[in-house]
């Protein structure tokens, strides 16, 4: 049973900086999965944040491109992301996203909160 686990969501103040990871587990062949991270505002819909893929390659969506960074361990089956200059429309909730390179399998996380406020 495949399952992903975010840690590290909370409150922040406007500047401050905030670390997400996401653990992943009944996962065989992790390299196989390209990971993301998506985030949901209050009333709007899910958007992609950043992604790795299984061979490393990143992508940064440009609301926050500078400020956060993406990164994964396969060894580990983690994916982080740390994010610094936090704004207040960075509050949300965020997701871990699993999928297949090669198959359709996909995953999502429960959700953590991320809180940016004065």
């Known amino acids: 049973q495949v399952q992903l686990v975010e840690s590290g969501g909370g409150l922040a103040r406007p500047g401050g900086s905030l670390r997400l990871s996401c653990a992943a587990s009944?996962?065989?062949?992790?390299?196989?999965?390209?990971m993301s991270w998506y985030r949901q505002a209050p009333g709007k819909q899910r958007e992609l944040v950043a992604l790795v893929d299984g061979g490393f390659g990143t992508r940064v969506e440009d609301p926050v491109k500078g400020r956060f960074t993406v990164s994964r361990d396969n060894g580990k089956a983690t994916l982080d992301l740390q994010m610094t200059d936090l704004k207040v429309e960075d509050t949300a909730v965020y997701y871990c996203?699993?999928?297949?390179?090669?198959?359709?399998?996909?995953?999502w996380g429960q959700g953590t909160q991320v809180t940016v406020s004065s």
């Open positions: 996203y699993l999928k297949g390179r090669h198959s359709a399998d996909d995953y």
């Open positions: 009944g996962i065989r062949f992790f390299n196989l999965y390209d």
